[in-house]
């Protein structure tokens, strides 16, 4: 009996780490040659590794579309997948939450709120253009979850599932009614906000894939190292305490850290939803609950659904693009309801 | 080893504790004993530092309030009344959080008198053989136990029980507590429990407090406290005769 209740994790090794990344180096290579030009697979891989080593690349091949087009995209993406994953992860295990994440809790709202505010006000900090957008998304990012978590708590101390999702919905009707007010008496050449509602890696640069690496590297990093705290809380708030965790300290870190992620990833690309709601379930089945196995592969797994979902958006009606929001919201909310449902029957 | 001096708990105009004092000295098993809304649960949840309270709490002669969490957690352990966990962790994962205080710095492993610690509460609970189990394939009173075993693992000087068998069947609670009397055995520990059952504080407790209202009515040793007049005090009707009656049931 008790053979039959025991889990089976010892087939997760150091291998499925190397199995994750080889899935991830193959999905980007696909990217890249995937799309209304299709790039020979051995193209791809000339210009890449020419590219990085400074060797002349050969004339017959699309430098141009692989290099500056594709290849800072295809980047953009699997970091924003993996950020995003990261931050529901951390999220699911610091509130218990089974459905907390960026885009159920509203956060992400807020943060394209602040990046539209800061567009439309034409709001700029001294020497980076972008900065002021992506320090408006950031913060509000952080508003919007100390709001919603303390909205919910009024309804509902013990920080329920229901409460923070019903707050959370309620909050992103709220605020894209104010973006839509904003984008309607935007002048005309804000008119493009309307992208942060739905989200796009069209015509992102190598600095924002440079600015996205920063800010997973540092707050990756963080959100890593809160692994053993993330677990307590997992199991629940009052045992972490009693077991020594600083709980304020701890939870505050976690959730600046998660909302400066997103903020970053808003400002780049918009809201795209659910892929930190689905991801860490997924990573959750393969590798189990325990966070110092779970952050790691939900980085993976959402780096590796994002550049699947932007795939999709690119080609499937080529050439017209989808934005990459509808995809994951379409994957998404179906998962939304199986979870929702399991949970709800798990009691 | 642990005393509090005039602890009091304020919710808004209620005072949950009113200037409760009380000693904990090694060997001493303390049961806390009153009925619905006497302030028992709020008076562990001051100690443990869940709940900001006024008076002074003492660990040693040294404030408990200037102790960090996890210097806290390495003197008091606390099992709660109910515990349940909403992801497939195994049950060892669960006991090995009980060494958290212990942790050097984020990169540490796990050290041997850590593993050595967690083996032994895995042991004396009898958790040893379902240590892969995950936690959602475990009843009430399987649970409780993983939890007790992560308090021994977390191998504190003072145990703290909410009521920890208040929802277990009568097999469990008698394992609970026999377990925790064993613990017990080693020399420099404490326990201090909520009770509800009286029979099983007289059974187990070796000193006992009695409060009503937020106030202490009575403390001292178990034969002591636990009087016909101090219970029929504290519960405001004929405790013995209600005992006796329960008990005429058998004969």
Redo the contacts between chains.
Sequence with gaps: M?EA???K?ERFTPLTYAMLAAALLLSMILCVCVGSVQIPFSDTVTAVWNALWGLPIPQNIAKNIILNVRLPRVLCVALSGAALSLCGAAMQGLL?N?LADGSTMGVSSGAALGAVIAMAAGFTLPGSGYGGIMVTAMAFAFGSLVMILSLAYALDRSLATSSIILIGVIFTMFISSVISLIITFASDHTRSLNFWTLGSFSGVNYDQAGILCAALAVCGGVIL?FA?EL??F???E??A???????KKVKMSILVTVSVLIGVCVSISGTVSFVGLVMPHIA?MLV???HSRLLPASLFAGAIFLLWADLTARTLLSPVELPIGVVTSLVGAVAFVIIFYRTRK?G | MLAGNHVTVRYGDLRAVDDVSFRLEAGQWLMLAGPNGAGKSTLIEAIAGGVPCTGLIEWEGQDIRRLKPAQLARRIGVLSQRNTVGYAYTVEEIVGLGRYAYRAGFLSGGSGEGREQVERALAMTGLTELRRASMLTLSGGETQRVFLAQVFAQDPRVLILDEPANHLDLKYQQHLFSLIQTWLKEPGRAVLSVVHDLSLARRYGTHAMLMNHGKCISRGEIGDVMTPDHLNQVYEMDVYAWMQEMLAQWN
């Design positions: 008790n209740r025991a889990l994790r218990r089974p190292r053993p677990n307590a997992a199991v629940g009052e045992n305490r009693h077991i020594g965790v600083n709980v959750r189990g609950p325990n798990a």
